[in-house]
């Protein structure tokens, strides 16, 4: 599925990728030619010569797109009517680190954690961590890093660690479940942390919080090691900022709370959509069942936009809809702010924004929610096609 983790990590390394090919591996000999289109989705095995061209036609237009994004990499992400919109990156390794400004990215609103832990062979210990994510934090210069505690769980697990099979893991022992249950985990992690951010302004992602409560314990936890670091006398970050990841649709009904207690809300979109159609995305035969620009998707996050502001906190989105250009600018016309995606998704996007009216598309994504159409997607492009909106 396009938000299986695997794809996710693949896309963001600039790697094309292929899933549910079924049979290619029992059809395939050594040797053989196979061309690879990870935009259609599409595997040819010894490929027609005919295709192997047009193949590299199509890889010569996309050099060409690439160097028209990296023109406009130094220029705001501004719609035509003067609307700015902060386009964030998602990282998790430090080889993620050259595109924050290769990309003209803002800042990154998504670091991994749980990456650094699942490619080693035993846990990172804690002068480890605390150098990597310093070294995360100095290649960042100005621009903010939100780092994301440990997401493990799902499809997520540690290979040093002894993990119990789940029948459904992905409403199971993960995340924010597994540091309240090993809180030592969740406070090693944030002494790493704040060790390394001595001086600056520390940013920390809870995810997957359920309600209130949980949040409110997690963070807790963290207080204990500010007042940890305060009694040792160790320098301290200037300012640390605690947020909430909005994945569990149930957060949602209690945004004005959770506002109360969370310096910030990120929208998971991908779980939470995922979550709220009941579709497992891992399934081939489901994932694609649901589009993420049905009526009924765009509806709750315009919720969840709607109650954030009254609740007088910020809120953003990382997902796949973020980095997809027709995806993003429906996100827009609901009101928000800040999209972070992977930093090859940063210039499409940009060129998007740069060509939008905010006015002209908050006013159809409005009319837009109302309807029952299974996808959106198709007047969303039309809308797109009418007004000259680079989707490409």
């Given at each position: 599925?396009?938000?299986?983790?695997?794809?996710?990590?693949?896309?963001?390394?600039?790697?094309?990728?292929?899933?549910?090919?079924?049979?290619?591996?029992?059809?395939?000999?050594?040797?053989?030619?196979?061309?690879?289109?990870?935009?259609?989705?599409?595997?040819?095995?010894?490929?027609?010569?005919?295709?192997?061209?047009?193949?590299?036609?199509?890889r010569t237009l996309r050099a060409h797109r690439v160097a028209q994004f990296a023109s406009v990499r130094d220029q705001p992400a501004v719609t035509k009517d003067g609307v700015h919109i902060r386009l964030l990156m998602n990282a998790g390794l430090l080889l993620d680190m050259p595109h924050l400004?290769?990309?003209?990215?803002?800042?990154?609103?998504?670091?991994?954690?749980?990456?650094?832990?699942?490619?080693?062979?035993?846990?990172?210990?804690?002068?480890?961590?605390?150098?990597?994510?310093?070294?995360?934090?100095?290649?960042?210069?100005?621009?903010?890093?939100?780092?994301?505690?440990?997401?493990?769980?799902?499809?997520?697990?540690?290979?040093?660690?002894?993990?119990?099979?789940?029948?459904?893991?992905?409403?199971?022992?993960?995340?924010?479940?597994?540091?309240?249950?090993?809180?030592?985990?969740?406070?090693?992690?944030?002494?790493?942390?704040?060790?390394?951010?001595?001086?600056?302004?520390?940013?920390?992602?809870?995810?997957?919080?359920?309600?209130?409560?949980?949040?409110?314990?997690?963070?807790?936890?963290?207080?204990?090691?500010?007042?940890?670091?305060?009694?040792?006398?160790?320098?301290?970050?200037?300012?640390?900022?605690?947020?909430?990841?909005?994945?569990?649709?149930?957060?949602?009904?209690?945004?004005?709370?959770?506002?109360?207690?969370?310096?910030?809300?990120?929208?998971?979109?991908?779980?939470?959509?995922?979550?709220?159609?009941?579709?497992?995305?891992?399934?081939?035969?489901?994932?694609?069942?649901?589009?993420?620009?049905?009526?009924?998707?765009?509806?709750?996050?315009?919720?969840?936009?709607?109650?954030?502001?009254?609740?007088?906190?910020?809120?953003?989105?990382?997902?796949?809809?973020?980095?997809?250009?027709?995806?993003?600018?429906?996100?827009?016309?609901?009101?928000?702010?800040?999209?972070?995606?992977?930093?090859?998704?940063?210039?499409?996007?940009?060129?998007?924004?740069?060509?939008?009216?905010?006015?002209?598309?908050?006013?159809?994504?409005?009319?837009?929610c109302g309807r029952t159409d299974h996808s959106l997607r198709t007047r969303l492009a039309a809308f797109a096609a009418e007004r000259g909106v680079v989707l490409k």
């Open positions: 599925a396009l938000t299986s983790h695997v794809a996710i990590v693949a896309r963001a390394m600039g790697l094309p990728l292929v899933g549910s090919a079924e049979g290619i591996t029992d059809a395939s000999r050594a040797g053989d030619a196979i061309v690879v289109d990870g935009e259609t989705g599409e595997v040819h095995l010894r490929p027609a010569a005919e295709i192997v061209a047009a193949f590299e036609a199509k400004h290769e990309s003209g990215a803002d800042g990154i609103g998504l670091f991994r954690t749980e990456l650094q832990f699942m490619i080693g062979e035993t846990m990172p210990r804690l002068n480890d961590q605390v150098a990597f994510y310093k070294e995360v934090l100095d290649a960042a210069g100005d621009k903010p890093v939100v780092f994301r505690t440990l997401d493990l769980g799902g499809d997520k697990v540690l290979p040093y660690a002894r993990w119990e099979r789940e029948e459904n893991p992905a409403l199971g022992w993960r995340a924010i479940r597994i540091a309240l249950d090993r809180p030592a985990l969740l406070r090693y992690q944030a002494r790493a942390l704040l060790t390394a951010a001595a001086g600056k302004v520390l940013r920390i992602l809870l995810p997957m919080v359920s309600d209130v409560a949980e949040f409110n314990a997690a963070r807790a936890l963290i207080d204990r090691e500010m007042e940890r670091a305060r009694i040792l006398a160790k320098t301290q970050p200037r300012q640390v900022l605690v947020g909430a990841m909005l994945e569990v649709p149930a957060l949602a009904f209690m945004l004005p709370q959770i506002m109360r207690s969370a310096d910030f809300v990120s929208i998971g979109s991908n779980d939470l959509l995922s979550l709220a159609f009941a579709v497992d995305r891992t399934n081939p035969r489901v994932a694609r069942r649901y589009d993420m620009l049905n009526p009924a998707a765009l509806t709750l996050i315009q919720q969840i936009i709607t109650s954030s502001a009254e609740g007088g906190g910020e809120v953003s989105l990382c997902g796949e809809m973020a980095g997809r250009p027709l995806d993003a600018m429906a996100l827009v016309g609901l009101g928000l702010r800040t999209l972070s995606m992977s930093p090859s998704q940063i210039g499409p996007v940009k060129m998007m924004i740069r060509s939008l009216n905010y006015g002209e598309i908050s006013v159809f994504v409005e009319k837009l």
